[in-house]
């Protein structure tokens, strides 16, 4: 059996904030960008990685949720309790620089981890923590 990553979702509450920080700072190729219902779907995607599509979806993507739902999951989006996403990268401090410079929130400057990779973490527009990771060489 041949099982591979197709997608993934982050949970965002800005898509136009989203964008800017997914395609601009962080270099991803916008695939699609589809309105339904009041809501927006934004997949984009690593040029490397046609294969594997990263949708920027509402925090509740379900046009018949309560408001009482939908509150709850704003408010656990602006918390950072929604999603993670690790990136892999061949350079952790300068994808590290990049994205500090750029304006990214910082969460954990570049560390060696015991577990075999060097990391840093920061927070996307919408709060979610986002993990960029290399291994280190042997």
């Known amino acids: 059996m041949d099982i591979k990553l197709s997608q993934c979702f982050i949970a ?3 898509h136009d904030k989203a964008l800017s920080f997914y395609r601009d700072v962080l270099g991803l190729e916008v695939r699609n960008d589809v309105g339904f219902e009041n809501m927006r779907w934004v997949t984009v995607g ?48 300068a994808t590290f620089e990049r994205i500090r410079a ?3 929130e910082v969460l954990q400057e570049p560390i060696d981890q015991p577990y075999g990779v060097r990391d ?8 979610n923590m986002l993990r960029f990771t290399q291994r280190k060489s042997k």
């Open 102 to 104: 750029a304006g990214g």
């Open 46 to 93: 690593a040029p490397s990685q046609p294969e594997v599509d990263i949708v920027l979806e509402p925090p509740l993507a379900d046009p018949n949720a309560s408001a009482a739902d939908r509150q709850a999951m704003a408010e656990l989006l602006a918390k950072g309790l929604l999603r993670a996403v690790i990136f892999a990268t061949e350079d952790c401090d």
């Open 120 to 127: 840093c973490a920061f927070r996307d527009p919408a709060g």
């Open 12 to 14: 965002v509450d800005d």
